[in-house]
T-cell receptor
Framework: NAGVTQTPKFQVLKTGQSMTLQCAQD?????MSWYRQDPGMGLRLIHY???????DQGEVPNGYNVSRSTTEDFPLRLLSAAPSQTSVYFC??????????????FGPGTRLTVT | GQQVMQIPQYQHVQEGEDFTTYCNSS?????IQWYKQRPGGHPVFLIQ?????EVKKQKRLTFQFGEAKKNSSLHITATQTTDVGTYFC???????????FGSGTKLNVKP
């Protein structure tokens, strides 16, 4: 199993550009999520999905869109990049069962700089 | 809204000393998870606590979940240089599917 994969690893954008961060998992997890990590602020939830076709907002959703057409893929779209979106982005997936959500598996991250 | 506060922000210890980080939530949690992140890496799952008052041990690491399910701690006995990294707690609020991470405690261990 590859686990959770993210592409690209690094990206530099100019203000106003758009791009999609890719995330895929091969563990058949229903739950997937996107976080951003800024220095001293831990990880903040952007969007999450409890299954294909279902997405919802996290703590900091503004400026980001997501969709979940398959169980495996959960792309994050930046519609018009701003310098405030400079951050490290992590995708994660988790098994969800009758007991709730379990261990989150994180991808290696995408380091995004917006100039 | 939901908040998970974590202290201290930094901890510098001599190898062999103990270390503790604490998390407090503003609301009752369904469960709490702990992660370790090495510099330049991604968070790696350590453990999940679900029951009120639960205590779990992993070798030199001891994890506790408070009776009210609003606070948790991670204690490392006799730190080693391999313990260096940032430790995060992540709380899952009752009846919601959102994890709220603490801001992390960065541990530095001097040999």
């Amino acid at each position: 199993n590859a686990g959770v994969t993210q592409t690209p690893k690094f990206q530099v954008l100019k203000t106003g550009q758009s791009m999609t961060l890719q995330c895929a998992q091969d563990m058949n997890h229903e739950y997937m999520s996107w976080y951003r990590q800024d220095p001293g602020m831990g990880l903040r939830l952007i969007h999450y999905s409890v299954g294909a076709g279902i997405t919802d907002q996290g703590e900091v959703p503004n400026g980001y869109n997501v969709s979940r057409s398959t169980t495996e893929d959960f792309p994050l779209r930046l519609l018009s990049a701003a310098p405030s979106q400079t951050s490290v982005y992590f995708c994660a997936s988790s098994y969800s069962g009758t007991g709730g959500l379990y261990e989150q598996y994180f991808g290696p991250g995408t380091r995004l700089t917006v100039t | 809204g939901q908040q998970v506060m974590q202290i201290p922000q930094y901890q510098h210890v001599q190898e062999g000393e103990d270390f503790t980080t604490y998390c407090n939530s503003s609301t009752t949690l369904s469960n709490i998870q702990w992660y370790k992140q090495r510099p330049g890496g991604h968070p790696v799952f350590l453990i999940q606590l679900v029951k009120s008052g639960e205590v779990k041990k992993q070798k030199r690491l001891t994890f506790q979940f408070g009776e009210a399910k609003k606070n948790s701690s991670l204690h490392i006995t006799a730190t080693q240089t391999t313990d260096v990294g940032t430790y995060f707690c992540a709380g899952l609020e009752d009846n919601f599917n959102k994890f709220y991470f603490g801001s992390g405690t960065k541990l530095n261990v001097k040999p």
